[in-house]
Every structure is written in structure tokens, then in C-alpha cells.
């Protein structure tokens, strides 16, 4: 407990001194998210209905990391609104798809540990898995999200005089990056975090039959597969909302100045 205390000092003045005011609040963000998720395990504990639960954690979260990370513009709200929007989709294809690979529950390697404990907590593990799931896809959604609007907030300030086709033209440029770095981080991130899995399984002398058909393998390849796809599907998301966005603010300027006009 010390040492992470130690390292959360750390972290902070680290964030500090080079993040500045915007460090220091990304910091006590990160912590509030660290009450929010205790605080869904808790709720789910008590019997709080899985898919509700999980929708009001995904907007919560989601708020927080999109408008309440960055400047309260337009495009924040395009973040959030394009966060949202990908991750009902992805709920919904995680929720059709999933029953296909019976991967909720304890997995076979881990029974004997969990032999001591009771298997009746009261929550369905094909509902808690689907949870587990889209918290897993959330953050790198949203890391993508952020990324876009935040080059397109700063193009706008950089550039105040650019046209709306521009800028959406280079944000999609950009989004195409977002997407190729994001998918290989996320490939080196899933084998980074399951060397030690990986080496297990070698211990057990799996055939690549048993270890492609063993449950706990299959649920980390289907995690990256849905994070995957989440990050594809944010990128038009966001964009499409960016650009209903200005839309409707190109709609909105041209109105006040009809209204200048007639009451000159």
C-alpha cells in the first residue's frame, strides 16, 4: 500500500509540473474514475439491474473523459456524442455475438482456485461478461475519440478561417492515423498482458486445438477483436457527429444573420 501511494505522488507531481493545470486535473479525473468503477462493482453486487448499470457507467464515464478532460466546446460534445454512439453499437454486437462463443463464467484453469467459494453471487455471467466487455472497449474508444476532436480543436484555434469541409476532410485524414496507431497498440498491449498466459498454457502442454477452444484464450482474443472494431466504428462516429455539428451551427449563424438583417 505504501509503494502505491509512493507512485501515485509521483504520478501526480509528474503530471503536474509537465501537464500543468490540465495535468493535474487529467489526475484527479483518473481518480474519479477509480471511485466510479469500485462503485460499479459495488451496485452490482447489491442486485442494480447488469445493462442499466452499465449504460449510466458508460455515460458517466464517457462525460467525464470527453467533456470534462477537455474545453466545453462543440467538439467535445462531438466526442461524447461519438463515445456514446459507439459504444450502443458495439453493446449490441457484443451482446448478438456472444452467446456464439460460451465464454462466460469461470474458466476450466481456474476451478480449482474457486472451489472455496460459492458460485451463486446472484448475477448472470453472460450478462457480467457482456459488462466486463464494453469497460474493456470504452477506454481505447474513447482515447480515439478524444484524439480526433482534440486535432480538430486545435486546427480550428491554429487555423480560425479554415472551411468546414477542410477541416472535417483533415480530421478524417487524421482518424485514419488514430486508427492504425490505436490497433497496433492494442495488438502489443493484448500480448504484452498475456505473456504470462501464453507461457501457462505452454506449460500445460496444450495442442493448438485445445488452446484455440480453451475459454480463458478465446476471451482475451474476442476482448481485442470488439476493442478492435470499437475503434473502427468511433472514428465515422465521431465524424459524422463533428460534422451534424458544425451543420448545425453553420445553420444557426446564417439564421442570426437573417434576423440582423430584417431588423436593420
Not at 82 to 90: D, E, P
Not at 116 to 125: D, T
Amino acid at each position: 500500500m505504501n509503494v502505491i501511494m509512493v507512485l501515485s505522488v509521483i504520478l501526480y507531481l509528474l503530471m503536474k509540473k509537465i501537464g500543468g493545470k490540465e495535468g493535474s486535473k487529467a489526475f484527479w479525473i483518473m481518480v474519479l474514475n477509480l471511485v466510479l468503477f469500485m462503485s460499479l462493482i459495488v451496485l452490482l453486487a447489491l442486485g442494480i439491474p447488469v445493462f442499466l448499470l452499465s449504460i449510466a457507467t458508460v455515460v458517466l464515464f464517457s462525460a467525464i473523459m470527453t467533456v470534462g478532460m477537455n474545453e466545453r466546446n462543440l467538439y467535445s460534445w462531438a466526442a461524447f456524442l461519438g463515445t456514446v454512439t459507439t459504444i450502443l453499437i458495439s453493446s449490441l454486437l457484443i451482446t448478438l455475438t456472444l452467446h456464439y462463443f460460451q465464454v462466460q463464467g469461470f474458466v476450466q484453469e481456474e476451478m480449482a482456485d474457486a472451489d472455496m467459494f460459492s458460485m451463486y453471487v446472484g448475477i448472470r455471467f453472460d450478462q457480467l461478461t457482456i459488462v466486463v466487455l464494453i469497460m474493456a472497449s470504452l477506454g481505447v474508444i474513447i482515447d480515439t475519440s478524444v484524439t480526433l476532436v482534440a486535432y480538430i480543436t486545435a486546427l480550428k484555434k491554429e487555423q480560425p478561417k479554415i472551411t468546414d469541409n477542410q477541416l472535417l476532410k483533415s480530421a478524417m485524414t487524421v482518424g485514419k492515423d488514430v486508427i492504425i496507431s490505436s490497433i497496433n497498440t492494442l495488438f502489443f498491449a493484448f500480448f504484452g498482458q498475456n505473456i504470462s498466459l501464453f507461457i501457462w498454457v505452454k506449460d500445460l502442454h496444450y495442442s493448438f486445438d485445445e488452446m484455440m477452444n480453451s475459454k480463458v484464450i478465446v476471451l482475451e482474443i474476442i476482448t481485442m477483436l470488439y476493442c478492435g472494431i470499437g475503434i473502427l466504428l468511433c472514428v465515422p462516429c465521431t465524424f459524422l457527429w463533428v460534422r451534424y455539428i458544425s451543420g448545425r451551427k453553420k445553420v444557426m449563424k446564417n439564421r442570426l444573420r437573417k434576423e440582423e438583417k430584417k431588423s436593420c
